[in-house]
């Protein structure tokens, strides 16, 4: 059996954050589940280089805003492994918009979003708390954002999905013990192509100078950095639930409440 033995499950994990934690929980001795809506490639290329690290995968596509996937994920994760000892909630979308542009937004949009972005991970905690339960002692983390403390981000829409993500994690932490712990993670800008793609080359490069200059730390986050903090809320942090950590390099503390510099 691989290092550890234990299991992991990462939604969203074709790239980016979830593509890094999924490669660390690898190196730490965990097997992984892979986890992807659309990019079957790029899923596929990361379970290949967890593999390398000597992990087993389980390659998993599943819309995490149907709940009949989240179970069937659970499910063919217990098939395979026979437990669940830490979930990553990872998977997440957007619709980039400005934040004045009121008619930018619909409903519709509105509800994609927040059924990927807070009823998605909803559904997999549901899916995976009675299997780390029964073996006693399991960890989640939830990916949220700065956008959830501050109003900020990629559409109005969006950063109210990560405030109600972030609420979630403390309405959940209290109930989940003493046998689960929750927790979230908050990063600002994070390099990579989503965001570039999202905000065109030109503004996102603007962008990182900016916080870059900005922030106490002179630096943004990248998806292995916010991936070692994941991390460190799944292998250590015994006492630790209900949190919300920063990981901005310092930056919102350049901002006033008006969310300007």
Not at 135 to 154: D, E, F, H, K, P
Not at 223 to 237: H, N, R, S
Request: with cysteine; hydrophobic share 40%.
């Amino acid at each position: 059996m691989h290092g550890s033995g234990k299991v992991a499950i990462v939604t969203g994990s074709s790239r980016g954050v979830g593509a890094a934690t999924a490669r660390m929980l690898a190196e730490k001795g965990y097997n992984v589940v892979i986890n992807y809506s659309k990019s079957a490639k790029e899923a596929e290329e990361v379970a290949e280089s967890c593999r390398v690290l000597g992990a087993e995968t389980l390659l998993c596509r599943a819309n995490v805003a149907a709940d009949e996937d989240c179970r069937r994920m659970a499910a063919e994760t217990i098939d395979k492994w026979g437990r669940i000892d830490a979930l990553v909630n990872n998977a997440g979308t957007s619709k980039f918009c400005d934040h004045d542009d009121l008619e930018g937004l619909t409903g519709e949009d509105f509800l994609h979003i927040y059924e990927v972005n807070v009823v998605g991970p909803y559904q997999m905690v549901r899916a995976v708390v009675p299997h780390m339960k029964e073996i006693g002692n399991g960890a989640i983390v939830n990916v949220a954002s700065i956008s959830g403390l501050t109003g900020v981000g990629s559409s109005v829409a969006y950063a109210a999905s990560k405030g109600a993500l972030i609420t979630m994690t403390l309405s959940l932490a209290r109930v989940l013990g003493p046998e689960i712990r929750m927790n979230a993670v908050c990063p600002g800008l994070i390099q990579g192509d989503w965001l570039r793609e999202g905000m065109g080359t030109e503004k996102y490069e603007a962008a990182v100078r900016y916080w870059e200059k900005k922030s106490p730390l002179r630096m943004t986050a990248t998806p292995e950095t916010v991936a070692e903090t994941i991390l460190y809320f799944i292998t250590g942090a015994p006492l630790i639930t209900g949190e919300t950590l920063i990981l901005d390099g310092g930056g919102h503390l350049a901002m006033t409440p008006m969310g300007r510099t």
